[in-house]
């Protein structure tokens, strides 16, 4: 299976990579242009397509890394990749590690080119020492294991998100679906979407409602109120994330197992 990854990794990269690098060489282009115009109607033009670059280069990435899963393994490839000899859990286990590595490169491409096009402003938004600085602070404040948790809420809103994109495009190849192709995709993502995201929604703000309480703290200054906000609050959520993206996961193993219609 780790051919597999690899083969379909590959392919993936090279189509999304423009998407990833995009906003960095307008962050580079924006520091050009501060050091030729002092006051330009091209440096507002620049800040605009740099911004805009980098929202959608994500989204974008990701959108054309399921249509090449799509493609690959219900439409056009699929001749090739029919006739290679792994099973169905192999496969359905190929794609969803594929759709996980390529989130975390778009996020982290997200990330990092956020950081360079806030350096690249002429007034700089933040250096990069306020960056740690301001990391160092909130673990500081919350703790290293709360933190934690947060990071693995991000994690799991993040499995969830490929479990749905992995249904999606295994859905549109089931006979039901193909003669739809992209728009059922789509179709079959938002209505995933919309339901997931409000449940989700849903259930974080009753968790945090009763999980949150206030405590009255009276020290030499007087009386304050600390909130305590219990592991709770971060532990169901993830656990709800993760239910549901093996519920999702497996359906998705399901269609693919039953052979859909290959187009």
Not at 37 to 45: D, H, K, R, W, Y
Not at 65 to 74: G, Q
Not at 157 to 177: E, H, P, Q
Not at 224 to 245: E, H, W
Request: proline letters at 2%; glycine letters at 6%; charged letters at 15%.
């Amino acid at each position: 299976m780790g051919k597999l990854i690899g083969q379909i990794f590959k392919e993936d990269f090279k189509n999304i990579i423009l998407w990833l690098i995009l906003p960095l060489i307008s962050s580079f282009i924006l520091m050009k242009l501060y050091e030729v115009f002092e006051t330009s109607a091209l440096i507002g033009i620049a800040i605009v397509i740099s911004f805009t670059l980098l929202m959608v280069g994500p989204i974008i990435a990701l959108s054309i890394s399921t249509d090449k899963d799509m493609k690959r393994f219900y439409d056009k490839e699929s001749s090739f990749y029919s006739t290679l000899p792994y099973k169905s859990s192999q496969i359905i286990g190929a794609r969803f590690i594929n759709y996980i590595l390529i989130g975390i490169l778009s996020f982290t491409s997200f990330i990092v080119n956020f950081i360079i096009l806030g350096l690249a402003q002429k007034e700089q938004i933040y250096t990069l020492s306020d960056i740690f600085d301001g990391i160092k602070t909130i673990i500081a404040n919350i703790g290293l294991g709360r933190f934690a948790l947060i990071i693995l809420v991000a994690f799991s809103v993040l499995i969830t998100l490929i479990s749905m994109l992995l249904l999606s495009s295994t859905a549109t190849g089931s006979k039901y679906l193909a003669k739809y192709s992209k728009s059922a995709a789509l179709f079959v993502f938002i209505i995933l979407l919309i339901i997931i995201g409000f449940s989700f929604s849903y259930l974080q703000a009753n968790v945090l409602l009763n999980n949150l309480n206030e405590v009255k703290e009276i020290n030499g200054m007087g009386m304050k109120i600390v909130t305590n906000i219990s592991n709770t609050t971060f532990i169901i959520p993830i656990l709800f994330n993760l239910v549901l993206s093996s519920v999702m996961y497996a359906i998705s193993y399901l269609l693919h197992d039953k052979k859909l219609s290959v187009n």
